[in-house]
């Protein structure tokens, strides 16, 4: 039982520091009673100090709060210890605030407490905020239990995960399909039954979006309990709370199997149909040299409508037609070979630009209900001339050695848009050797930010054309340095002119030291033309030399990613050093041997064009990836000397 204190002095240099405080401070009794209070305490209170000293200190408190401060201090001074307790303290307009109270006992020589000096700091704010955090939480529980008893109702596949992207669970439906157990999946388990193709690029977009709080977006193959893979679109959405901060991730995962297949054998179609609509092989004139290079687009919905031409007229005429049809897909490469042909025919029996796009006109609007763009043009080898009309196509470009680049005047409107619209044709003659025309698709110039930019470094690698009349391949040239690294969003074709050629010849001093190539592997023909334009590439930068060995390694590494490397294959030829080096990178299994030897069966022909490589090549490096393989072979010739 605590006895009365007894008396002792007051100290009034304590008081006046007390007064000067920045929090309430008070001193009372041993028994708890009040003997003073500093000014802040009569600011927040509004009561004169006479007053609060004939009040008990509970009249201060929050009724609710009251017990709790009781057993706070309860026993304090006998049991050793100092109170502390958090309570809602009265303000002079009736409102409370939460303040932290402490105190610390002054005691007499026997040990017994004889006095109690303490602080009460405002922690509202404090209080507040931990009072919202956690009716947020109880509010996100509530969300996620809906989400959950919604979710299990569902035939997708749902999901939830934190804001790190750790899922933390699954309807029913991902454990009926991957036969997973829950402490499998938990987390970033799911990525032990995503396919192996698919895996990087997720693992680039889900952290992206995870990081960024953009919403994930993307179709990807799941392994089911059966080993088979089936295609899921996959979408998540982030979940904020008040301060716009992500604390979950709410997703689901479609099953779109059926879809995805049928739309890979329409886009198998459509890519079919593009290269039959496409000329095999271009004119070959000493007057005038024709090179082309085409990519399709980067998503395979986008993949269809684009073509090019180049015809043979009688009297040293060339027809010259390049186009994009509005639209993408099998019905968009279906009108883009009707309009072609439909050109050829007339052409047979007409000439003027303008009257053939017309007669191109009358064919959409007769037969399909799209718009396309479209450029025809007659080149005159006698008359050094270029008769050209325009549909709404972006307009050629003209480089010569001795001045800029150039943009020729626009024209009409798109085919179809108009029953019978009038086209006009322009006139342009070429006064000098070594002369070139770009002719090119909107795929080109739109994969970059800036179309105006794009255009400008066109013009600019014309002209560099132009002052180097026996570049290997300049379409390819055009492309490339035009596309960078980026796969364009559209189909980008490019056609080049060189008209009076200088130096018809291949083996130039002047090519690139460095140039690449693409192909997917299952366009045979491209890949076929990609090891010719390669060699031609390497006579030019390494000439009168023997290349047999090297045109055996080249032959033997492209079919290799054509029949093993489903999907887009990058081809480099770096000539900087003494050697040629040959990168070739693929989205194959990425399971390529270490090295390259004879196979145990020496009646078995497989592997024995891969030894063939690792025997001839000067130096051979393979490097084998989740998605995809990368082989590096330094060629047995020497390139020659930069100029």
Known sequence: MLRSPRPIPSDEALFAALDLLPVVAYVTDALGNLEYVNRLFHDVTGIPASEVLAKSWTDFVHPDDRENLRQAWSGAGTQRRNPAARYRFRLKDGSYVWVLSMATPLRDDAGDVVRWFGTSIDIDPLVRAEQAAEERERELAR?????????????QIVWSADETGWIHWYNHNWYDYTGQTKDEALGWGWQAVH??????????????????GDPFDMEFRIRGEDGRFRWFLTRAEPFYDEAGNVVRWYGTCTDIDERRRAFERSKHVVETLQHLFLPWALPD??????SSAFVSAESDAL????????????????????GDVVGHGVQASVTAGRLRQSLIVAALDEDDPAALLARMNRVLRFQEATLATSLVGVLDLEERRLVYASAGHPPPILATPTGDARQLPYGGLPLGVEEAPEFSNQEISFDQPDTVLVFYTDGVTESKRRIDEAERHLMSMATWIAERPGLTDPAASLLWSTLGDTQPRDDAAILVAHIAPSNPGT????????????FHSSDARTARRSRQELMRHLRAVAPDQQLFESELIIGELLANTVEHAPGLVRVRLD?????PLLTISDSGSGNLPGEFRLPANVLNEHGRGLYLVGMLAT???IHNFESGSEILVKLPVRCRAAS
């Open 143 to 155: 969300s996620e239990q809906m989400h959950r008893a919604l979710g299990e109702s569902l035939n």
């Open 195 to 212: 396919h192996a193709e698919d895996f990087p690029k997720v693992m680039e977009a889900w952290p992206h979006s995870i990081a960024t």
């Open 285 to 290: 004139r000493e007057e005038v040299r024709f």
């Open 303 to 322: 993949v269809g409508g684009d073509w090019y031409d180049v015809v043979e007229l009688p009297s040293s005429r060339i027809l010259i037609s390049i």
């Open 507 to 518: 083996a130039i001093e002047d090519a690139p030291r460095v140039h690449a190539w693409r």
């Open 575 to 579: 000539c900087t050093g003494d050697e």
């Open 619 to 621: 130096e051979l490096e």
